[in-house]
């Protein structure tokens, strides 16, 4: 593991270590999770804002600026399942 640490390279933490310092931080508030219909609503408190997750059919999509998918969203992933229950057998 040699992760090069030069200036300005900590800053921009990537998607994945933020989603999961939102997880540790508790700064996740799922406020529904219809696995069925893979509905899902949460909101999740940023840097001093709180930003609203949703999830429908269409997929993904949530209130802040990024383009791309978002640590918001990512974060959410981790701790909802909302695809069908393949993988629940045996
Ligand atoms: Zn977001």
């Given at each position: 593991m040699s992760r090069a640490r030069k200036?300005?390279?900590?800053?921009?933490?990537?998607v994945e270590t933020k989603a999961r310092r939102y997880l540790t931080e508790g700064r996740i508030r799922i406020l529904l999770c219809n696995e069925e219909s893979g509905v899902a609503n949460a909101e999740v408190r940023g840097n001093g804002a709180v930003y609203s997750v949703d999830h429908d059919a269409r997929g993904w999509s949530c209130?802040?600026?990024?383009?791309?998918?978002c640590a918001h969203i990512a974060a959410l992933k981790c701790v909802m399942v909302l695809r069908p229950r393949e993988l629940r057998r045996g």
């Open positions: 200036h300005g390279a900590g800053v921009r933490e990537n209130d802040c600026a990024a383009r791309t998918e």
